[in-house]
């Protein structure tokens, strides 16, 4: 059960787009359909973003995306706005009803 | 509206036990898959334990199996977090998540839980 790989910060201007890379093993992301992704804004709770590696949930705006290749899965958000400033986690099922978490990447809006 | 709401926390020494609980609702409890994950504060996630809807799918992580036990009580929408053998690295704040597709799309606010001496 060891963490996914997150870049530990990232940063643009307002209306430019990033990518959040998330890197794992076979035995998670890369053997996995089910790689989902959260922003947590200071003293909240985290939300989900992303789910089943490209599916948004009800509500989340399509400036969000996910994409998987082989070991690494990456979020993209195009658009930026300064709400968009949180951090971001990536999480993967890991199999024998197992979840594994990255370390999180804090997204600055510059 | 969807609501989970822990309960629980508090401070407690190193070796002794705690029992948190989430109460839902605004949804069929007993249709979900429901977890505990904690984040010590100023730090990443980290899933805990999840619990399928019927009890008979369970598993915790490496870090906590054999001290802590999770459960359900879907009569009264409810689970829970039996913690034993407490650590100082068990300090975290604990939330509850609802599962979905093998994400969390819902939250509580948490619950925090200090070892110390």
């Known amino acids: 059960q060891s963490a996914l790989t997150q870049p530990r910060s990232v940063s643009d201007s307002p209306g430019q787009s990033v990518t959040i890379s998330c890197t794992g093993t076979s035995s998670d992301v890369g053997g996995s359909n089910y790689v989902s992704w959260y922003r947590q804004h200071p003293g909240k709770a985290p939300k989900l973003l992303i789910y089943?590696?490209?599916k948004r949930p009800s509500g989340v705006p399509d400036r969000f995306s996910g994409s998987k290749s082989g070991n690494t899965a990456s979020l993209t958000i195009s658009g930026l706005q300064a709400e968009d400033e949180a951090d971001y986690y990536c999480c993967s099922y890991a199999g024998s009803y197992t979840w594994v978490f990255g370390g999180g990447t804090k997204l600055t809006v510059l | 509206e969807v609501q989970l709401e822990e309960s629980g926390g508090g401070l407690v020494q190193p070796g002794r036990s705690l029992r948190l609980s989430c109460v839902a609702s605004?949804?069929?409890?007993?249709?979900?898959?429901m977890h505990w994950l904690r984040q010590i504060p100023g730090k990443g996630l980290e899933w805990v334990s999840g619990i399928n809807w019927n009890s008979a799918s369970i598993n915790y992580a490496d870090s906590v199996r054999g001290r802590f036990t999770i459960s359900r009580d879907n009569a009264k929408n409810s689970l829970y977090l039996q913690m034993n053998s407490l650590r100082t690295e068990d300090t975290a704040l604990y939330y509850c998540?609802?599962?979905?597709?093998?994400?969390?799309?819902?939250w509580g606010q948490g619950t925090m839980v200090t070892v110390s001496s």
């Open positions: 089943d590696v490209t």
């Open positions: 605004g949804f069929t409890f007993d249709d979900y898959a």
């Open positions: 998540a609802k599962g979905v597709s093998d994400a969390f799309d819902v």
